[in-house]
């Protein structure tokens, strides 16, 4: 029975999360993945149940914050667990930043993605580089896209890439 | 209903249901999709209305992803849709989608790109595309993207009345140049049709009286009421069928079936 419940379900292409990976970005690697081709978040928005919901999420607007009911169903399509998509949300009680995003580029060029905790209030640098975040691209000053547009991993104004601008990272 | 036999009422429920039939003609048929799939190629398979094309691509379907099924995977190898009339781009789109349990929303460019990924995630291998003659004039671009598409590999069936189709393959070069492969699903000649009465009134009927179907009056009855297209026989026989058990005979009566024929307008 279950097996069948599963098959009726619709035959989107899973993708894995990744470590420590903010919403924004893993719905952005989703919605592209191949055969999903959402090119807006309301198209997956439409097939989820969750309407304008998923948009505000990808621009880090939880107020209110995402529901149990409402990760579930999110849950189901991206078939990812629910518990699983709770991590890529802010922990209970941190005080989270939508704007700017920002970025530590010594680990963007280990590991491409946008990581929830460089939103955090509470977080000035990376630990692991010992290195402040930045908050803006350090070229041409344009604030970084939301990372749900992080297709490339570069600046679009002045194409830099998010991984070589680690230089221009201040120590902290 | 409720005076019925439950065997009656059994036998009338298998009746509303179209029937399948392992018939000479459809396992050449057949035989010549699976040549047109191996191959991958592309091919027109034609033929007058009610004649048995669309059942003939359902069974052929049906049987190939079932020889195909790998459990728990979700993979379709033949594809079978039927075109609504004047169907553009976004509807064409969207039936393979629906064949394939996807999303069908989205802008046209996400559903052409969603459509061709797809084609090939599911490992598609053939796309049979039913009453292709209501495409519009545009959307033969898309069908041809489809086939044009390196990588995928997908053979392409149009399948339509004989001479609609044939007009519409006409109208593009491009479309005309690619479709060489045909083949015609015949209207039954005389022994064919006998042949096929006979069969049907054993295999799909099956009633507990004989109905003599295939002789006399009932045979010429027939001719003239199906003009020996076999979709329309079916649909005759199975109407008739159920009208005369529901009237407590045990046979197919024939002025049931005259009463059916006069009925009937094509
Ligand atoms: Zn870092
Ligand atoms: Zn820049």
């Not at chain 1, 963007?108 to 692991?128: M, N, S, V």
């Not at chain 2, 009610?50 to 379907?61: D, H, L, N």
Request: glycine fraction near 6%.
């Amino acid at each position: 029975m279950a097996k069948t419940l599963k098959e009726t379900k619709l035959w989107l292409t899973r993708v894995e999360p990744l470590e420590g990976e903010s919403i924004s970005h893993f719905l952005g690697r989703f919605r592209r993945a191949k055969g999903n081709k959402f090119s807006t978040p309301c198209g997956l928005g439409q097939v989820s149940g969750l309407g304008a919901v998923l948009a505000r999420w990808e621009k880090f607007y939880f107020n209110p914050f995402p529901t149990f009911e409402e990760l579930e169903a999110l849950a189901n399509v991206v078939e990812v667990d629910v518990n699983r998509l709770r991590e890529m949300l802010p922990l209970a009680g941190v005080g989270m930043k939508h704007k700017p995003i920002r970025l530590c580029g010594a680990c963007y060029a280990e590991e491409p993605y946008h990581l929830i905790a460089w939103q955090f209030k509470t977080t000035a640098g990376c630990d692991r580089h010992q290195l402040r975040l930045l908050s803006k691209c350090p070229i041409c000053e344009k604030p970084f896209p939301i990372p749900a547009l992080w297709i490339e991993g570069r600046c679009l104004r002045c194409l830099t890439f998010f991984a070589e601008m680690v230089d221009r990272q201040k120590a902290y | 209903m409720e005076d019925l036999s439950p065997e009656i009422q059994k036998k009338i429920k298998d009746l509303s249901r179209p029937p399948y039939l392992e018939l000479e003609r459809v396992k050449h048929c057949h035989a010549w999709l699976t040549e047109l799939l191996i191959s991958r190629m592309t091919g027109l398979l034609v033929g007058e209305s009610r004649c048995g094309k669309t059942v003939t691509c359902k069974a052929f379907t049906k049987q190939y992803n079932e020889l195909k099924k790998t459990q728990g995977q979700r993979f379709k190898p033949v594809v079978h849709i039927q075109i609504p009339k004047a169907c553009g781009s976004r509807d064409f789109f969207i039936k393979i989608l629906k064949a394939l349990n996807k999303p069908t929303n989205g802008t046209i460019s996400d559903l052409r790109e969603r459509t061709l990924d797809s084609l090939e995630i599911h490992q598609v291998e053939m796309l049979i595309i039913d009453e292709a003659n209501h495409l519009k004039y545009e959307t033969f671009s898309d069908v041809r993207h489809i086939y044009d598409e390196n990588g995928l590999g997908i053979a392409v069936l149009l399948v339509g009345t004989t001479s609609r189709l044939h007009a519409i393959v006409k109208r593009d070069e491009q479309v005309l140049n690619r479709f060489l492969e045909q083949y015609e699903l015949d209207r039954l000649d005389e022994s064919q049709f006998k042949q096929i009465v006979q069969i049907w009134e054993r295999d799909v009927l099956n009633l507990p009286v004989a109905s003599n179907l295939a002789t006399g009056e009932n045979l010429k009855l027939l001719k003239q009421g199906t003009q020996k297209l076999i979709g329309r026989l079916d649909m005759l026989l199975r109407k008739a069928a159920i009208r005369s058990l529901l009237r407590g005979h045990q046979n197919l009566d024939k002025d049931v079936l005259k009463e059916v024929i006069t009925a009937t307008k094509w």
